[in-house]
């Protein structure tokens, strides 16, 4: 199953998909004491972040295994300005990415099976984990319901994302877990009608 903590603050939205193993997708800020004890609930096996900014990647718990899209790895390991939020770099320990991943590398988890697809645009290495069975996917801030990531910050690139929405239309997806705002349902092509 999937659990959801949707934040109504700074942080990003987090899952944890709990199977033959908990994946943790990302991970908020790391300051939010009801979404740290929501994390630390589980014994997490993994993390996933869909991308490098720090109300994504703050919480992400120590001692366990991140993956993290290629392009988006070292600056989650070293604390870059890609990671945003200026304010927060002198403190940032940085993160030991174990998997860089991939366009195409698949997570199984149970009967889950979490697709990788680089989706530049909000940054250059963000990624959503596309699962086609189940027609969910995670979106990180590629899309929400109904709007876009912004693409003003390091490294992001709207033409970039024009390419990724254009190609998770094409995607068959009832259900939507986005970085965030609430979950559910959203038609990409009114997106792309919309801002592009
Ligand atoms: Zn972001």
């Keep these: 199953m999937i659990h959801e903590y949707i934040s109504y603050g700074f942080d990003s939205n987090v899952f944890v998909i709990e199977n033959s193993k908990t994946i943790l997708v990302d991970a908020g800020t790391g300051m939010t004491d009801s979404l740290n004890r929501f994390i630390n609930s589980f014994k997490i096996d993994l993390v996933i972040n869909t991308h490098c900014h720090i109300d994504h990647v703050g919480g992400d718990p120590m001692n366990v295994p991140i993956a993290i899209g290629e392009k988006d790895a070292e600056d989650l ?3 870059t300005e890609k990671t945003i ?5 002198p403190f940032f320990r940085g993160f030991k990415v174990s998997k860089r991943l991939k366009d195409g590398d698949i997570i199984e988890c149970g009967d889950y099976r979490l697709e990788v697809l680089h989706t530049p645009g909000h940054t250059n290495g963000s990624i959503c984990l596309y699962d086609e069975a189940k027609k969910i996917i995670f979106s990180g801030d590629t899309f929400f319901i109904g709007g876009i990531g912004r ?6 690139n709207i033409e970039d994302l024009r390419r990724s929405l254009e190609r998770l239309a094409k995607l068959d997806i009832e259900k939507v877990y986005p970085g965030h705002g609430e979950v559910g349902k959203c038609d990409i092509n009114k997106i792309l009608d919309f801002w592009f």
């Design 85 to 89: 939020f200026d304010f927060v770099l």
């Design 77 to 79: 390991e070293r604390g």
């Design 151 to 156: 693409t003003d910050l390091p490294s992001g």
